[in-house]
């Protein structure tokens, strides 16, 4: 079927200002044919399926939207965890700002390097699980994303790593526009934990493949920056062998527009994918959470724990899919969204999926909105707690599934102070 003419031009407008870049190496081939892929999709469209509840328009257009830079001086999130911190500005590795790229276990090489060579370890991984990840459902940024990105780190997981690898987005131009693509890939028995944090850009489009071996166990735990005006489209492609684990945290806070897409192949037996996220947001803030995760190995374990608290007007939308394929037989997945509304005036909108070709399976899903607990919170007040105390400290309760499914201690702690403060700062 021909693309309609509206998303060719789309397309070629978003495209128009973007080059191809040069001496790609071993990455060439993998770009020339997700860029091939993009003419044929086309940007994503309102009238697409899993875009009905975002508008993508802003993802889209040529240049990126003017993004205030938000100074709340306040230290990053993670800086008190003993890391190897990486630093991106606008888009642009800060050799400066970044620790020395070496730790035991891990071989960390850049894209925009290691791409003029003519061979890689990453040359198996980069854009293939982009690739994969594109049936049943389109994802067109991800392909604009393979074919344009400037610059991103390649990890290389051999051992277990003693310590977290943090990347860092630092956003520093009002008009920043930038494309990032990490490649993550855990030999057999490895293990890493992998933090982000900070606002990136003014737009930032962003994809994560990670090739998880047999036996291997990917961390992943982000805080998206508090910029309000940035807009983000973020994707994770992963791949799971025999007896893996992935588990994935993201906390959002703030952002006029946020899609973060997740994007999961269990093919190895007894394995475990979780995958979790947090928001809050007021005013014009639009979030996006869009997951699928496909069963196609036995005796294997999903969970998707999302959960947003809205207000003034704020949008929040979950579309997550659990596909459990013929020979996935002992599969168990498990999907919750919920929304905590504040107000009359904020929305939530779900679309919960389960697709089941296996008979001896337990896979359940649910979605519920609502507001505060009247009960709840006369019982906190008639203890002598403020209304707005009374109110945070439900909030946070209600968040505590979510944030429990982080693996670090230490981490979840930082997660729940830093939620604690902007409950507090909006309180004031």
């Not at 737009?203 to 805080?223: L, P, Q, T, Y």
């Not at 504040?342 to 649910?366: M, R, T």
């Amino acid at each position: 079927m021909a693309l309609p003419q509206a998303k060719q031009d789309a397309t070629a407008q978003r495209i128009a200002g973007l080059t191809l870049p040069q001496n790609s190496g071993w990455a060439q081939t993998a770009r020339s044919d997700a860029l091939a892929r993009l003419n044929a999709m086309g940007v994503p469209a309102r009238r697409d399926e899993y875009w009905k509840y975002t508008r993508p328009d802003l993802l889209t257009a040529a240049s990126a939207q003017k993004a205030e830079i938000f100074e709340h001086g306040e230290p990053p999130v993670f800086d008190s965890i003993d890391r190897l911190k990486i630093v991106f500005v606008d888009g642009v590795f800060d050799a400066e700002a970044s620790d020395d790229l070496s730790l035991e276990g891990v071989e960390i090489d850049r894209l925009a390097q290691a791409g003029e060579a003519d061979l890689h370890w990453a040359t198996e991984t980069y854009g293939s699980l982009e690739k994969n990840g594109q049936t049943p459902v389109e994802r067109p940024l991800a392909a604009l994303n393979t074919a344009f990105a400037t610059d991103g780190i390649l990890l290389r997981v051999t051992s277990k790593v003693s310590k977290p690898v943090s990347l860092m987005y630092l956003h520093k131009n009002e008009t920043s526009d930038a494309i990032l693509h990490h490649v993550i890939k855990l030999e057999k028995d490895a293990e890493i934990t992998v933090l982000e944090n900070g606002p990136a850009a003014a737009r930032i489009n962003k994809v994560m493949e990670i090739d998880v071996a047999d036996g291997a166990s990917f961390h992943h735990v982000r805080a998206q920056g508090r910029d309000h005006e940035r807009q983000a489209a973020t994707h994770m492609f992963a791949r799971l062998g025999e007896q893996s684990a992935f588990k994935s945290f993201t906390l959002t806070v703030n952002g006029v527009l946020t899609r973060n897409e997740v994007v999961l192949d269990i093919q190895g037996d007894a394995t475990i994918a979780h995958v979790a996220g947090a928001a809050v947001g007021d005013g014009d803030f639009h979030h996006d959470d869009t997951v699928f995760v496909t069963h196609d190995a036995v005796n294997c374990e999903s969970r998707q724990v999302f959960k947003k608290v809205l207000r003034n007007g704020a949008t929040g939308v979950f579309q997550g899919k659990i596909l459990v394929q013929p020979d996935a037989q002992k599969t168990d997945g498990y999907q919750i969204s919920q929304a905590l509304l504040l107000d009359d005036d904020s929305q939530f909108y779900a679309k919960p999926e389960l697709e089941i070709y296996a008979d001896d399976v337990a896979c359940s899903h649910g979605s519920t909105t609502g507001a505060i607990d009247e009960d709840s919170l006369f019982y906190l007040r008639s203890r002598g707690v403020s209304k707005d105390e009374a109110q945070d400290l439900l909030v946070l309760s209600f968040l505590a599934e979510a944030i429990e499914e982080i693996e670090n201690d230490e981490i979840a702690d930082l997660i729940l102070e830093r939620l604690d403060g902007w409950l507090r700062r909006r309180r004031g």
